[in-house]
């Protein structure tokens, strides 16, 4: 029974989460509690639990008489719609809501999340039950939340955030404290310094409603865990745009002209003139890798250090850029696909005397590698603000690498940058607590568990198509124009899109840029970035029974990789649908095919004769490449042929040449999903 009632307390909570409208209508009514409740009053703490400030809300009485073996809880107003009727028995059932409404209406001004309410009725434990009510408990009396600062912001954010919210500054947390401190509070605000790992979202207890990032990488919160905890995560990504890229400029040209070891060596009381020869900026080629808001804003000032080609307005491949560049600049977050991109093989690669400049995250550089290549002479200097340890070990051999400028992390050090990104950020978390939508969100949001359940694999399908087809483009960036349809058995009414179009768009965009896209900030993102999808629905004749048949993506006033891939129409074109809970490609341009979309796939159009399969799977097995899948869509015999390969592991350069060189091979693509 003491089960029951903790689990009672959390039903009625949701209850009323679920029809918070009916306070609208309500008139006092008396409540009866049966006599196995009256523990739970105590071990609920309920006799301490009081209501400060005015309230219209009447004010509950836990001084219980007794009626018909029951316990009277005077006075509640509760909604007309939920009394029982006159003549009132015993009724456990009701009782167990009621006692859960009760305290609903005691921690007023808290609205809890229903992912809170699942994990609460599902819980086995009175104990833990009872904890997670009197920590909300404690939201309740206070009626605002707690906003825990674990890093110094701006005054301007820190008033912000005090006109809605209770705010705790403590700085300098070890990683057990925030965990400890975490359980207390609605939102935390981090720079980069603060840790926001798994165990932080499992050490909150479910209250832990908001992360925000000062500033814009996220690569110290752990998004998969926020998600799963039902956290948003929100960043600054615009305030210290312009900041991060006077920095860039700034060590561009003190590494070009050796600045700061000039500095140290005239206040070490020598004059070096012919030892600090520098090197002109003009006429060079300047790389930006990664162009988004801060990498657009170093190649604009660059261009006025009169160069003669910037790298991000020319856009070429990531090997052209790192062989033709005489300076380097890095703009690109730390993801898995970025981590060393600089390496020992890249370094290899680069023309000799190369000036590197990184202003955006430590771990996109192999910092051993980049030693040796100083060493060896193939990168000249490396101009730094950002490292893989911060602050990195005093003996480091980079910091100490003559030919190294060092940088304490200062890209968004401006008075300016501190304080527009302290205002950024406080306006995301509050309106995140607001219950706002945030176009700042980093990860997905919340959505309801049946609708999650029955799109999961045309989620995963239309992500997976706006993928492929993005790779499809030449170029990439120049995408503009998509349409989007979707065929399905069930009127156009019953069919929401806005989150299949929510990961299309992120598809489309992922890849080829730095931004992370979700269901809050998709359509923003699409806008932001000139990108207009057009959706259309087909009825289709059958059963209801599954909520789409196919998707299909057009990607228009674009050139193809694979010129296959163009429809009669002369857009892009491809076609998805689910098989078996699996997300399969189904047609591209006019060529049908039956593809698993995972992993890797090679994409070949041919002339259709004996004996392909088996060529093609010889070259990949003679280089050890696994082959997940295959399968061929033609024309007609022997006249031209799509084989579409699923395999396991990249191709080198070197495979995929000698596949295409087979005579009957017109034309050739990998494409990773």
Known sequence: MRLKIAKGIARGLAFIHDKKHVHANIKPTNILLTSEMEPIITDFGLDRLRPTGSSSAAQPDFSVGSSSGAHQLLPYQAPESLQQPQGLQPNPKWDVYSFGIVLLELLSGRVFSDREMDRWWESGSVEEDKNRVLRMADVGIKGEPTV????????????????????????????????????????????????????????????????????????????????????????????????????????????????????????????????????????????????????????????????????????????????????????????????????????????????????????????????????????????????TDEPPPKDSKLILHENVTATPHLGASTME????????????????????????????????????????????????????????????????????????????????????????????????????????????????????????????DGSPENPLEFIQVQIANVESRFASAISDSGEIKVEGCVKDGSPHLRKVGSFEVDVSLEGSIILCRQVDQPGMIGKVGSILGQENVNVSFMSVGRIAPRKQAVMAIGVDDRPKKETLKKIGDIPAVEELVFLKL
């Not at 491949?317 to 730390?334: G, R, V, Y």
């Not at 019953?494 to 900030?521: C, H, Q, W, Y």
């Open 417 to 540: 940058a501190q304080e527009g990104v302290a205002i950024e950020i406080a306006e995301a978390v509050v309106g995140a607590l607001k219950g706002e939508l945030s176009a700042t969100a980093v990860n997905a949001p919340m959505v309801p568990a049946e609708v999650l359940t029955e799109l999961k694999p045309f989620v995963d399908l239309a992500e997976k198509l706006g993928r492929f087809a993005v790779q499809l483009v030449a170029g990439g960036s120049g995408v503009k124009t998509v349409k989007v349809t979707y065929a399905s058995a069930r009127a156009p009414d019953d069919l929401d899109t806005r989150l299949l179009r929510a990961m299309i768009t992120k598809g489309l965009i992922e890849p080829i840029s730095s931004v992370f896209v979700n269901l809050v900030n998709a359509d923003f993102t699409a806008k932001q970035r000139g990108l207009r999808i057009t959706e259309e629905r087909i009825v289709l």
């Open 148 to 387: 825990l600062v674990a890093e110094k912001l701006g005054e301007a954010g820190i008033k912000l955030l005090k006109d809605y919210a209770d705010v705790d500054c403590s700085y300098n947390l070890s990683p057990e404290e925030l965990c400890s401190k975490i359980s207390q509070c609605d939102a935390l605000i981090v720079r980069s310094g603060t840790k926001v790992s798994r165990e932080v979202f499992e050490s909150c207890g479910g209250r832990l409603r908001v992360v925000g990032r000062a500033g814009v990488g996220i690569d110290n919160v752990d998004l998969a865990a926020a998600t799963e905890y039902g956290c948003l995560v929100v960043n600054a990504p615009t305030a210290n745009t312009v900041a991060a890229a006077e920095h860039g400029i700034a060590l561009l040209a003190a590494m070009a002209r050796n600045v700061a070891q000039a500095d140290a060596s005239v206040k070490a009381g020598k004059w070096e003139r012919s030892k600090y020869v520098g090197a002109s900026l003009v006429g060079k080629t300047l790389a930006v890798m990664g162009f988004g808001k801060v990498g657009s804003e170093v190649a604009r000032r660059a261009k006025g250090l009169d160069r003669a080609r910037a790298i991000g307005v020319e856009l070429v491949s990531f090997d052209e850029a790192i062989a033709t560049a005489d300076f380097i600049s890095l703009h690109m977050p730390l993801t898995p696909a970025t981590s060393k991109v600089l390496n020992d093989e890249t370094f290899a690669k680069m023309k000799k005397g190369v000036r590197i400049v990184n202003v955006a995250r430590g771990g996109v550089i192999d910092e051993e590698a980049l030693v040796r290549a100083l060493d060896a002479g193939i990168v000249a200097q490396a101009a730094l603000d950002v490292f």
